[in-house]
C-alpha cells in the first residue's frame, strides 16, 4: 500500500455531465499521474503533475483536465463526459521523475450513458 | 504513434516452465525500464526494472533482459506459477523526463 486513494471507486454518469476525480497521497510524493486503461490501448497517460500548480498533458489529454493545490491531491476534472470515456481511471505516484517505480491506485471505474 | 509495444496480446505456458513476455520500444531516450502485473479490479503493480546502464536484472523467479541496439526487453518468469497468470505491462520512462510510458499489455495464463 503506497498510501494511495482515489474516489469515488465506481461512478456512472450521463453524457454532457461534468465529474471530477480524485487521487489522494498521504507520501508527499512531487510526481503524481492519471492513466486510463481500455482493451487493446493499455495504460495511456492522460495528464501528469511533477509539483504543486506543476502540470502537463500525456497522450490522451483532450476532453480532461487536472489541477493540484496540494502536494497530496490531484483532481481529473472531464469537462463534459462522453461515452468514449468510459473507462477504468488509475492514478500513480513517483518518489522521482526519472528511474523509479510509480504506485497506482486501485483505480476508478466510470461509466458514461 | 505507439513508443512502446507488446506484440503478444496473451500468452499460455505450462505450470513450472519458463514465460518470456516481450515489449520493443521505439524512443532512444528512454533510459528506464520496468515491468508491471495486473490483475483484474485492481492496480498494476511494480514488479521489476532496469536501467539503460545495465543489460540484465534478476528478483528471484523474475530476470528482465535489456537489448538496447535491439530497442528490446524481456521479463522471464522462471518457474512459472498459477499466481503469474495476470496482465503483464512493459513501461518506459526517458532521461531527464517525468513521462512514464506504458505498453499495451500481454495477458499471461499459466496452465497447472
Known amino acids: 500500500d503506497a498510501g494511495i486513494t482515489q474516489s469515488p471507486r465506481h461512478k456512472v454518469t450521463e453524457t454532457g455531465t461534468p465529474v471530477t476525480l480524485r487521487c489522494h497521497q498521504t507520501e508527499n510524493h512531487r510526481y503524481m499521474y492519471w492513466y486510463r486503461q481500455d482493451p487493446g490501448h493499455g495504460l495511456r497517460l492522460i495528464h501528469y503533475?511533477?509539483?504543486?500548480?506543476?502540470?502537463d498533458k500525456g497522450e490522451v489529454s483532450d476532453g480532461y483536465s487536472v489541477s493540484r493545490s496540494k502536494t497530496e491531491d490531484f483532481l481529473l476534472t472531464l469537462e463534459s463526459a462522453t461515452s468514449s470515456q468510459t473507462s477504468v481511471y488509475f492514478c500513480?505516484?513517483?518518489?522521482?521523475?526519472?528511474?523509479?517505480?510509480?504506485?497506482f491506485g486501485q483505480g476508478t471505474r466510470l461509466t458514461v450513458v | 504513434d505507439q513508443q512502446v509495444k507488446q506484440n503478444s496480446p496473451s500468452l499460455s505456458v505450462q505450470e513450472g516452465r519458463i514465460s518470456i513476455l516481450n515489449c520493443d520500444y521505439t524512443n532512444s531516450m528512454f533510459d528506464y525500464f520496468l515491468w508491471y502485473k495486473k490483475y483484474p479490479a485492481e492496480g498494476p503493480t511494480f514488479l521489476i526494472s532496469i536501467s539503460s546502464i545495465k543489460d540484465k536484472n534478476e528478483d528471484g523467479r523474475f530476470t528482465v533482459f535489456l537489448n538496447k541496439s535491439a530497442k528490446h526487453l524481456s521479463l522471464h518468469i522462471v518457474p512459472s506459477q498459477p499466481g503469474d497468470s495476470a496482465v503483464y505491462f512493459c513501461a518506459a520512462s526517458p532521461l531527464g523526463n517525468e513521462k512514464l510510458t506504458f505498453g499495451t499489455g500481454t495477458r499471461l495464463t499459466i496452465i497447472p
Open positions: 500513480a505516484i513517483r518518489i522521482t521523475g526519472g528511474r523509479a517505480e510509480a504506485f
Open positions: 503533475s511533477y509539483g504543486v500548480k506543476d502540470t
